[in-house]
């Protein structure tokens, strides 16, 4: 069995190079911010997360989503110093702790796990964990003695010429026990370039006490990418849109065009669903199977059934559309829709807060406000619903197989009850009763003349 781990997330540093007013580590990647991917991948195989905060410590707190402690680093000292403020919780844990920067965005669950593991199988001290990069630049480098021992980490600023051509980086996550962990941190000074206590000179504290330090070397240098400034982010998003892409491509989601298909973290896609070239799905979306879903569309924060077919250039946000129905080209389904099933919302189609029922129809040009459309109702070209007197917002509740003449205006409050009609151009300000035709502005009954 292995020890209970404790991880401490640094996330108090400025972040510079990222010339921005937004801390750094809240920047976000697929749609998430970085500091939040690191601590939810941390959650997952720890004990505890302690998240050490300072630069904008309010901003960083609030964003923060899983349930971690903080501790403050009021002064941004270096790596070093923002793990000394958590030195209370590190003495008083026995076992091993892990450290993770906040500008890691990218490292996974198992890469973690398996490095624990090595460490623990190994009875190391301090295991580093460290890859191969073709330009090393910027990252602090992996000293070895002849026995392939780590023997120091030196940072840029400090590195010899010589030291610059090392290829091996550190990438700034290391496992080590507790024990190892204090007396190094005591030892820290900021003796160098910078005039920061590095986290990375407790090598030279457990190598001066005789421990087991260890490099865990991965392959896969992207996991381990660093983000510095916003080409370093527009890699990380590049990698991670890349991941989940081909999770949904695995899980029987048709990507025509990856490189264009931006997909957040927590989207879920049924099988067999379609995506064309340039859409865009965000936040807690969850769409079914069987779905076609056509060229440029953005979808926010929507649930949508199965067997849809979602034409070219939509906007749908926080809304559901059921099953079977048809939406677009050129909609915009704005926020507290809900459309059911076999419904169609046509081209160049506004709707907002509206409940539409089973095979309705809005096809063309139209403005949905504040509504409620029955079940086989048909809302004609060019229809608006009035749903706004300049103070207040009004509701418009239309029956079943209720037919609205194109060019209407709905004057909310309104009712039209079912099976009732409106002529072409009609400004309807009051209730329609059942089996009703109204015509004419204002819209009055229509009574058609039997005799001729
Ligand atoms: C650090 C490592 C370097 C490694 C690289 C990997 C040190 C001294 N250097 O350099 O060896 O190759 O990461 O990406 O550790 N932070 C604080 N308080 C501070 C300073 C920083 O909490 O006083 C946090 C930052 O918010 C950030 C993380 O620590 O999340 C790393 O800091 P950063 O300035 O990015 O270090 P690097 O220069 O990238
Ligand atoms: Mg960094």
Redesign the pocket.
């Known amino acids: 069995m292995m020890s209970e781990l404790l991880t401490v997330v ?4 400025k ?1 510079t190079r990222m010339k921005s007013d937004t801390n ?2 809240l920047h976000k990647v697929a749609g998430k911010e970085m500091v939040n991917h690191v601590i939810d991948t941390a959650d997952k195989i720890s004990s505890k997360v302690i998240c ?1 905060v ?1 630069h904008q410590a309010d901003d960083v707190k609030e964003n923060i989503t899983a349930d971690v402690s903080f501790e403050l ?1 009021s002064e ?7 793990v000394m403020q958590a030195r209370n919780e590190i003495e008083n844990h026995s076992g091993d702790v892990l450290i993770l ?4 965005p990218l490292i996974k669950e198992n890469t973690l796990r398996n490095m624990r593991k090595f460490h623990d199988d190994q009875s190391a001290n301090l295991t580093i964990m460290t890859t191969l990069l073709k330009n090393s630049t ?3 480098r992996i000293i070895k003695n002849e026995n392939s021992e780590i023997i120091k ?1 030196v ?1 840029e600023d400090d590195a010899t010429f010589k030291e610059k051509k090392i290829k091996e ?4 996550i290391m496992c080590i026990n507790s024990n190892s962990l204090i007396k190094a941190l005591d030892d820290l000074d900021n003796d160098n370039a910078q005039d ?1 206590y ?3 000179d407790v090598v030279d504290t457990v190598r001066d006490e005789k421990g087991k330090i260890l490099s865990y070397q991965i392959d896969d240098e992207e996991e ?1 990418t ?1 983000v ?1 400034d916003r080409v370093n982010l527009s890699k990380a998003e590049k990698t991670i849109r890349e991941r989940i892409n081909k999770e949904h491509m695995m899980n029987g989601v048709t990507i025509i065009d990856p490189l264009t298909t931006y997909i957040d973290e927590n989207v879920e896609i049924g099988a067999d669903t379609i995506i064309y070239p340039f859409t865009y799905i965000e936040g807690e979306t969850k769409i079914g199977s069987h779905n076609i879903i056509k060229p440029h569309n953005h979808i926010i924060n929507t649930k949508i059934g199965d067997h849809n077919n979602i034409k070219n250039s939509n906007v749908i946000k926080e809304s559901t559309i059921k099953n079977e129905c048809n939406i677009g080209p050129f909609a915009h389904i704005r926020p507290g829709c809900i459309i059911a099933d076999g419904v169609k919302i046509g081209d160049y189609v506004e709707i907002k807060k509206a409940d539409i029922k089973e095979k309705a129809k809005v096809p063309h040009l139209a403005y949905v406000g504040d509504a409620e459309i029955g079940s086989q109702t048909n809302v004609g070209a060019g229809t608006i619903f009035a749903n706004y007197d300049g103070e207040n917002k009004h509701k418009t509740i239309i029956g079943n197989s209720v037919f609205i003449g194109s060019n209407s205006t709905l004057v909310a409050p309104l009712n039209i009850k079912n099976r009732g009609k409106t002529g072409a151009g009609a400004v309807v300000t009051r209730d329609v009763e059942e089996d009703t035709t109204v015509i004419g502005v204002p819209a009055r009954e229509y009574i058609e003349n039997k005799d001729g």
């Open positions: 640094l996330a108090a540093g972040g750094k580590v050490i300072g680093q941004q000292l270096g790596t070093g110093h923002a920067y906040a500008d890691i910027g990252y602090g980490i940072e980086i550190n990438s700034g920061e590095y986290l990375t381990i660093g510095n």
